[in-house]
T-cell receptor
Framework: AQSVTQLGSHVSVSEGALVLLRCNYSSSVPPYLFWYVQYPNQGLQLLLKYTTGATLVKGINGFEAEFKKSETSFHLTKPSAHMSDAAEYFCAVVGGYNKLIFGAGTRLAVHP | GAGVSQSPSNKVTEKGKDVELRCDPISGHTALYWYRQRLGQGLEFLIYFQGNSAPDKSGLPSDRFSAERTGESVSTLTIQRTQQEDSAVYLC????????????FGNGTRLTVT
């Protein structure tokens, strides 16, 4: 069965600092992996996805993630945080019937 | 074009009452999913529709929960005899087909059971 673990329910960074949100997955088949972002009082938006091919995936708003099979990881990074990046971020893996199985989420706070 | 639309956006109900939540997927999207997001927690899968059939109902927490879908269109999630632990945001998502197509989410219905 597929599962996702997000390390750190809350992450706080200074504006301009590196953002690193951790995601580890478990999957018995080659995984399809996603990162979604949820801004306050809004629905989830797709940030980026990994299916096959290049292991470094670039998404919207300057975010990227690298698929590392040896580490079963798909960490999300951004070189320089903006105040507008404050949101909740969810990592997900595709499970049976192609439904998404989500991690518990990481709330990112950005302070001046 | 229009995204996934959910109604109502907020619903307050008394314990023991039945509620119906509605989801209008993006036109042409055959796959439809319901999720539940409790306060401070991640998204829990509830049910998946392909067309109007539901091959995966494994996430429905009890027989008080049911869902149906009309063709490849509207879906309703019904919770009977609501309990306080049902309080959550209920999210609907749709996608063009199975596989690695990204899910498009609605803004959710916030259900509060008093």
């Amino acid at each position: 069965a597929q599962s996702v673990t997000q390390l750190g329910s809350h992450v706080s960074v200074s504006e301009g600092a590196l953002v690193l949100l951790r995601c580890n997955y478990s999957s018995s088949v080659p995984p399809y992996l996603f990162w979604y972002v949820q801004y306050p009082n809004q629905g989830l938006q797709l940030l980026l996805k990994y299916t096959t091919g290049a292991t470094l995936v670039k998404g919207i708003n300057g975010f990227e993630a690298e698929f590392k099979k040896s580490e079963t990881s798909f960490h999300l990074t951004k070189p320089s945080a903006h105040m507008s990046d404050a949101a909740e971020y969810f990592c997900a893996v595709v499970g049976g019937y192609n439904k998404l199985i989500f991690g518990a989420g990481t709330r990112l706070a950005v302070h001046p | 074009g229009a995204g996934v639309s959910q109604s109502p956006s907020n619903k307050v109900t008394e314990k023991g009452k039945d509620v119906e939540l509605r989801c209008d997927p993006i036109s042409g999207h055959t796959a439809l999913y319901w999720y539940r997001q409790r306060l401070g927690q991640g998204l829990e899968f509830l049910i998946y529709f392909q067309g109007n059939s539901a091959p995966d109902k494994s996430g429905l927490p009890s027989d008080r929960f049911s869902a149906e879908r009309t063709g490849e269109s509207v879906s309703t999630l019904t919770i009977q005899r609501t309990q306080q632990e049902d309080s959550a945001v209920y999210l609907c998502a749709s996608s063009p087909r199975d596989g690695n197509s990204p899910l498009h989410f609605g803004n959710g219905t916030r259900l509060t059971v008093t």
